[in-house]
């Protein structure tokens, strides 16, 4: 192949750059890069060559108008510190890059506006769909992707109404599992550390916290209902007021693990002891949670497999098999550990 047609390496590399090369039209060239079966088997190889030659990268924008596809899937995370978010990660990238997608990971930081701005990010990069894990009660994320033609799957977090899939984990009733074991402990003033401000999991475990001590006759009290933020610095911070107080709680759920660690991180500066002094039980069920020098009693949920639920239904709207939102929810356990004082449960 002659030379003539090599670009110079100073500028990006073109279908015109590849189609000179070949000695063929450029439509001759994206009939290749398409896979079309019109290109004669000798020509076919010419462009296959010169693109190797030339290392040339068709634009994925500009494959994407010609398949409607860009076989590319957008990820939004709430924080991306978060540890209970590894193996939702993993579990997306693994069953996506398994059926030739790849993934988009924005991180909002829980910033509703960085929340916006990454929804027009994924429209105009044409992604094929979206799975949305940040999304407040009030986010309009959802209804303007979809009204973009872009398929969306909220996890674990929705919105009132159910207008796209969902797959989530049982919340409320985690939350009375957790409740009603403390109760069952003998604990009477249990604490609640909420999570994120109009967060769809944390409402929907304090509604569980509220059942279980409805269940045995507890006006739940104000004063025992702290913001932890699902952050663990400002959960931190409100553990450390909880347990100042005069008449404190005996026993604390927080909506996740990392309000839950930063409770125990508290009472151990307080020099209260977990869990003789105070009770503590998270949700989420983290890697961190079975540690043996932790021992953190928490609510379980398949994160992975709710992963794996969410990448399904992506795809099957995605290439057409799904015309009606499904809702999923997974049933949840408490796990006993060290820090609630109960028995132990499986094999910890």
């Known amino acids: 192949m002659s030379s003539e047609g090599i670009p110079n ?4 590399v073109t279908i015109k750059d590849v189609a000179r090369l070949a000695n063929v039209s450029p439509k001759t060239v994206s009939n290749v890069v398409n896979n079309r079966p019109v290109v004669k088997p000798a020509t076919r190889e010419r462009v296959l060559q010169a693109i190797r030659e ?4 068709p ?3 500009a494959r994407g108008m010609v ?4 076989r590319l899937i957008g990820l939004v995370l709430a924080d991306i ?6 193996e939702m990660v993993e579990g997306v990238a693994s069953l996506a890059r398994q059926a030739g997608f790849m993934v988009m990971l924005c991180n909002t930081g829980r910033d509703p506006d960085e929340e916006q701005r990454y929804v027009h990010l994924l429209i105009e990069q044409r992604v094929d769909g979206v799975i949305i894990a940040s999304s407040r009660m009030d986010s309009q994320a959802a209804e303007t992707l979809s009204s ?4 969306v799957v909220l996890f674990n977090r929705h919105p009132e109404r159910y207008s796209v899939s969902f797959v989530g984990v049982d919340n409320e009733n985690g939350g009375y599992l957790a409740t009603k074991h403390l109760l069952n402990l003998g604990h009477r003033r249990i604490a609640f550390m909420r999570g994120t401000r109009g967060a769809s999991t944390s409402i929907e475990r304090e509604q569980g916290y509220r059942r279980a001590l409805a269940e045995f006759g507890i006006e739940p009290s104000p004063e025992l209902i702290a913001w932890g933020d ?4 400002v959960a931190r911070t409100a553990a450390d007021l909880l347990l100042r107080m005069k008449n404190r709680p005996t026993a604390v759920f927080a909506a996740n693990d990392v309000m839950a660690l930063s409770v125990i991180d508290a009472a151990t500066a307080l020099g209260l002891r977990v869990p003789e002094d105070v009770a503590v039980v998270g949700f989420d069920d983290i890697a961190i949670a079975s540690n043996r020098l932790i021992g953190l009693s928490t609510i379980h949920g398949d994160l992975g497999q709710l992963s794996r639920e969410a990448t399904t239904l992506l795809l099957e709207a995605i290439n057409g098999n799904l015309t009606e939102p499904v809702r999923k929810i997974l049933p949840v356990y408490l796990v006993v ?3 609630c004082g109960g028995k132990p449960t499986g094999d910890w």
């Open 81 to 86: 510190t978060n540890p209970a978010y590894p």
């Open 9 to 12: 390496r100073g500028r990006p």
């Open 59 to 61: 634009s994925a924008v």
């Open 337 to 339: 550990r060290r820090t």
């Open 230 to 233: 699902y952050h663990p610095d």
């Open 148 to 151: 973009a033609g872009i398929k």
């Open 67 to 70: 398949t409607r596809s860009r």
């Open 54 to 57: 030339l290392n040339y990268y």
